[in-house]
């Protein structure tokens, strides 16, 4: 099983700032995609950003230019710095991460971060 630990959600005010992390634990072989999702209140959950081990990063028009990815593979971690934050970027923040097992290649969700952004 992997298991993946988010943190670093809060409230922030509109402009502010915050850095999410999302660790990876437990019994995999290697991790190939890791990204992070967000589902506001009503709405479907969707991603913000992502990437491949070594591949490029894609990212949400709403985010790109504020948001950046990145990840540190010798930690199993990712991390998402989000800039000039919004109302509207308020949101559940998930991480999910695509991890080799002995069963082969699986999707894993963390449990979610809340981020609330307003005044």
């Known amino acids: 099983q992997v298991q993946l630990v988010e943190s670093g959600g809060g409230l922030v005010q509109p402009g502010g700032s915050l850095r999410l992390s999302c660790a990876a634990s437990?019994?995999?072989?290697?991790?190939?995609?890791m990204a992070w999702y967000r589902q506001a209140p009503g709405k479907e959950r969707d991603l913000v950003a992502g990437?491949?081990?070594?591949?490029?990063?894609n990212y949400a028009d709403s985010v790109k230019g504020r948001f950046t990815f990145s990840r540190d593979n010798g930690k199993n971690t990712a991390y998402l710095q989000m800039n000039s934050l919004k109302p509207e970027d308020t949101a559940v923040y998930y991480c999910?991460?695509?991890?080799?097992?002995?069963?082969?290649?699986?999707?894993?969700w963390g449990q979610g971060t809340q981020v609330t952004v307003s005044s």
């Open positions: 999910k991460a695509s991890a080799y097992t002995r069963t082969g290649i699986n999707d894993y």
């Open positions: 990437a491949t081990r070594f591949g490029s990063t």
């Open positions: 437990g019994n995999f072989y290697g991790i190939n995609v």
